[in-house]
C-alpha cells in the first residue's frame, strides 16, 4: 500500500464520520415536533384560571368566556394543570396527547363542583362565507343531551353534556 492511498482512505473516514456527526446534530436540532392549542375557558363558578403544561405555566388569569390564542407546546404526551387564579386550588391535573403538527382547543368546562377539560382537533383550513362551519359542545350544567337545529334543518341530533360535534356545515341564514 502506497502512502497516498492510505492518506486518501483517512480522509474519507474523516468525511463520512463528520458527515455522520452533522446529520446528528442535524436530527437533534429543532427535531422535536410540535403542536398549537388554545385554551377556552367555559367553567360559569371560576372566575379565572391558569393554565399549565408540563409545569410551565402558560396561560395566567383567563378568565370566563374568554380564549387564549394558540400556543406551541411538544407534541405527544403533555400533563395539564388549571388552577384557580386567585388561589392554589387545583381544579384539573391529567394527562393529555396533543398531535404533531395540529391544532386544538381545550375546553375547560364546568359542572356542579367538577371542573372538567374536553380536548378538540381543530381544522384550521377556511370554510367560505356562502358554508360556514361550526362546532358545538354542551358545556352546560344539565346531564341531559341537547339536539340543535337551524330552522327546519337539524344541525346535531343529540349531544351530551361534555360532548363536542364534529364540525357542521350550515347553509347562510
Given at each position: 500500500?502506497?502512502?497516498?492511498?492510505?492518506?486518501?482512505?483517512?480522509?474519507e473516514k474523516t468525511?463520512?464520520?463528520?458527515?455522520?456527526?452533522?446529520?446528528?446534530?442535524?436530527?437533534?436540532?429543532?427535531?422535536?415536533?410540535?403542536?398549537?392549542?388554545?385554551?377556552?375557558?367555559?367553567?360559569?363558578?371560576?372566575?379565572?384560571?391558569?393554565?399549565?403544561?408540563?409545569?410551565?405555566?402558560?396561560?395566567?388569569?383567563?378568565?370566563?368566556?374568554?380564549?387564549?390564542?394558540?400556543?406551541?407546546?411538544?407534541?405527544?404526551?403533555?400533563?395539564?394543570?388549571?388552577?384557580?387564579?386567585?388561589?392554589?386550588?387545583?381544579?384539573?391535573?391529567?394527562?393529555?396527547?396533543?398531535?404533531?403538527?395540529?391544532?386544538?382547543?381545550?375546553?375547560?368546562?364546568?359542572?356542579?363542583?367538577?371542573?372538567?377539560?374536553?380536548?378538540?382537533?381543530?381544522?384550521?383550513?377556511?370554510?367560505?362565507?356562502?358554508?360556514?362551519?361550526?362546532?358545538?359542545?354542551?358545556?352546560?350544567?344539565?346531564?341531559?343531551?341537547?339536539?340543535?337545529?337551524?330552522?327546519?334543518?337539524?344541525?346535531?341530533?343529540?349531544?351530551?353534556?361534555?360532548?363536542?360535534?364534529?364540525?357542521?356545515?350550515?347553509?347562510?341564514?
Amino acid at each position: 500500500m502506497t502512502r497516498g492511498t492510505s492518506n486518501t482512505r483517512v480522509a474519507e473516514k474523516t468525511v463520512l464520520v463528520l458527515a455522520a456527526l452533522l446529520t446528528l446534530a442535524a436530527a437533534g436540532c429543532g427535531s422535536e415536533e410540535v403542536g398549537e392549542v388554545r385554551v377556552v375557558h367555559l367553567g360559569l363558578r371560576t372566575h379565572s384560571v391558569d393554565v399549565g403544561f408540563d409545569g410551565e405555566r402558560r396561560v395566567d388569569g383567563l378568565s370566563f368566556l374568554g380564549s387564549s390564542g394558540y400556543l406551541e407546546a411538544l407534541a405527544g404526551d403533555l400533563r395539564l394543570r388549571v388552577v384557580s387564579h386567585e388561589g392554589s386550588t387545583v381544579l384539573v391535573d391529567k394527562d393529555l396527547s396533543l398531535a404533531s403538527g395540529g391544532a386544538s382547543t381545550l375546553f375547560l368546562t364546568e359542572d356542579k363542583d367538577k371542573f372538567t377539560a374536553l380536548l378538540a382537533s381543530d381544522e384550521r383550513t377556511p370554510a367560505s362565507a356562502a358554508s360556514p362551519r361550526l362546532r358545538f359542545i354542551n358545556a352546560g350544567v344539565s346531564t341531559a343531551a341537547v339536539a340543535l337545529k337551524s330552522g327546519s334543518t337539524t344541525l346535531v341530533s343529540s349531544l351530551g353534556r361534555g360532548a363536542i360535534s364534529s364540525y357542521v356545515t350550515v347553509k347562510e341564514v
